[in-house]
């Protein structure tokens, strides 16, 4: 494979575009294409597939292997709060390899001291989903515990299919923010994708167990998640 | 670079290139039973045997560097195999059963 080629990819990946590599063992220069770039015939069939499935594979054209790589974006989380936890989960998403986003409005929180090299964003989840949507590869946690600022970006969540929505509070806590989010005109479907108490059941205490805890489940909602329904 | 960055194998194999090092990428091409990473998966090699990612879980690394090496030097790519561990010496194999085939190219 030729630097140029490498790069291309790299490019691609860091934009968070979906691209294919296809490789033909015959020593031909490896191809990148990336999602939205016109396909044709049979290869563009199984490229096709490749996109849906985001799992790779080696498929026969004209009687030849040809190894499709997909590479997919990587899953991003939107944490609402600059709160103890996400201290502790800008720490461990990194390393598992998922972006992380962290809104706030409250200035007091969201200080460049606690959370030295993530990006921070000390404004209202109104303002900024609106420059910057939520998607399917988008994981939302919302943890203030604030309904002035969780209940927005909750509901905003369930309305574009974010693969994880996930929410901190009690069972009594989460009840009363079903009453509003109801009134907010969710229905009992979309509602109960929300995991609340957030995070899996693994016995967290601190804060940074809790991260942890909801990191994993993050993973499950992303690793179970039905590819064909989610693009 | 992020902590996710630098674990990145191909983004380190971009940036070990364009330092000016002999760099392989090997890929997993194909898994039958019980393999340790999905195809696609990917290890990357420069010339001093520095590596990062893997292809296996630490089973046929070593193998994968010693043959990458040689593409690094020679260019001409290697399709390579390994099954299930055997007794035989100077073999190296997976213990879990499986077979993988990996793809081994310079990065040029």
Known sequence: MLLDTLARLNEARRARQAAVVVTRFSGDEPEVVIEGDELS????????????SGK??????????????????????????????????ARIAPVIGYDLT??????????????EGV???????????????????????????DPKIDDFPLSEALKAGCFYVGALGSRKTHAKRVERLKEMGRTDDEICRIAAPIGLDIGAASPAEIALATLAEIV??????DLVTLR | MTLGETMDPLLTAQNWKQAGRGVAIA?????????????????????????????????????????????????APKMLEFGVADETAWRV???????????????G
């Open chain 1, 119 to 145: 990006e921070l964003i000390a404004d209202w989840p109104e303002d900024v989903l609106k420059d910057r949507p939520f998607d399917a590869y988008t994981a939302v946690a919302a943890v203030t515990h």
């Open chain 1, 41 to 52: 015939g049979s290869l563009g069939e199984e490229i096709a597939k490749v996109f849906r």
């Open chain 2, 27 to 75: 890929t997993v091409v194909e898994t039958w039973g019980s393999a340790p990473r999905p195809a696609g998966s990917h290890l990357v090699i420069d010339g001093d045997g520095n590596f990062e990612g893997s292809v296996s879980g630490g089973c046929v690394e070593g193998a994968v560097i010693t043959e990458a090496l040689d593409v690094i030097t020679s260019g």
């Open chain 2, 93 to 107: 194999g997976l213990s879990c059963g499986g077979k993988i085939r990996v793809y081994v190219e310079r990065l």
């Open chain 1, 220 to 225: 499950q909602a992303f690793r179970r998640r």
């Open chain 1, 102 to 115: 962290i809104i706030d409005p409250r200035t007091a929180f969201a200080t460049e001291e606690r959370f």
């Open chain 1, 56 to 89: 790779a594979a080696t498929v026969e054209i004209d009687g030849a292997p040809v190894f499709l790589n997909v590479h997919l974006p990587p899953p991003r989380i939107v944490a609402i709060g600059a709160v103890h936890i996400t201290q502790a989960l």
